[in-house]
């Protein structure tokens, strides 16, 4: 049963405007968030995480929101670039345990230039 | 230059064969993992190891084996028991109890 679910495959976005990208959870015990980028037959690379304990995380263009409630999370990009088409792995872990990532199945951004 | 190495970047398996994927870390990582990904699919945990001489079954380790003789390598065997072994192979190392996991550029395996 997939525990992180990234529901939009795909996302075309305008260069200048905000891209948001979304992801949800089922599993109330994570407590860390990531999110990776992915350029084709290349490894994913780190982006930006979140601990439970915040709901917003900034990062240059990048912000990350999560709203534990509703085991939701975003990753915002403002201005979207053409370069950031790639596509966007979030991922959740819980710090007990083995401390195992959790991998969505990924979207796909298109930054139209 | 500190990193995560994996080769080869491209491999061919003919049926029946064992082949070895290679990954080699020099960030002093102490957990490493090995993830395949398949089109359309997120990154599924095969094996993990959080020390040397120990390792863990992830959630899709049918068909393959792994060994941790070394800190800083990790390699992988997909057997002859793996029936659907094509697929693009990630590694990852993770130090301490951050939860960050570094991976390496991948190695897509094909069977002829």
């Known amino acids: 049963d997939q525990q992180v679910k990234q529901n939009s495959p795909s996302l075309s976005v305008q260069e200048g405007r905000i891209s948001i990208l979304n992801c949800d959870y089922t599993?109330?015990?994570?407590?860390?968030f990531l999110w990776y980028k992915k350029y084709p037959a290349e490894g994913p690379t780190f982006l930006i995480s979140i601990s439970s304990i915040k709901d917003k995380n900034e990062d240059g263009r990048f912000t990350v929101f999560l709203n534990k409630s509703a085991k939701h999370l975003s990753l915002h990009i403002v201005p979207s670039q053409p370069g950031d088409s790639a596509v966007y792995f979030c991922?959740?872990?819980?710090?007990?345990?083995?401390?195992?990532?959790?991998f969505g199945t990924g979207t796909r951004l298109t930054v139209i230039p | 230059d500190g990193g995560i190495t994996q080769s080869p970047k491209y491999l061919f398996r003919k049926e029946g064969q064992n082949v070895t994927l290679s990954c080699e870390q020099n960030l002093n990582h102490d957990a490493m993992y090995w993830y395949r990904q398949d089109p359309g699919q997120g990154l599924r945990l095969i094996y993990y190891s959080q020390i040397v001489n120990d390792f863990q079954k992830g959630d899709i380790a049918e068909g393959y084996s792994v060994s941790r003789e070394k800190k800083e390598s990790f390699p992988l065997t997909v057997t002859s028991a793996q029936k659907n072994p094509t697929a693009f192979y990630l590694c990852?190392?993770?130090?301490?109890?951050?939860?960050?996991?570094?991976f390496g550029p991948g190695t897509r395996l094909l069977v002829l």
């Open positions: 991922a959740a872990s819980a710090r007990t345990g083995a401390n195992n990532l959790f």
């Open positions: 599993n109330s015990m994570f407590d860390y």
């Open positions: 990852a190392s993770r130090q301490g109890r951050q939860e960050t996991q570094y």
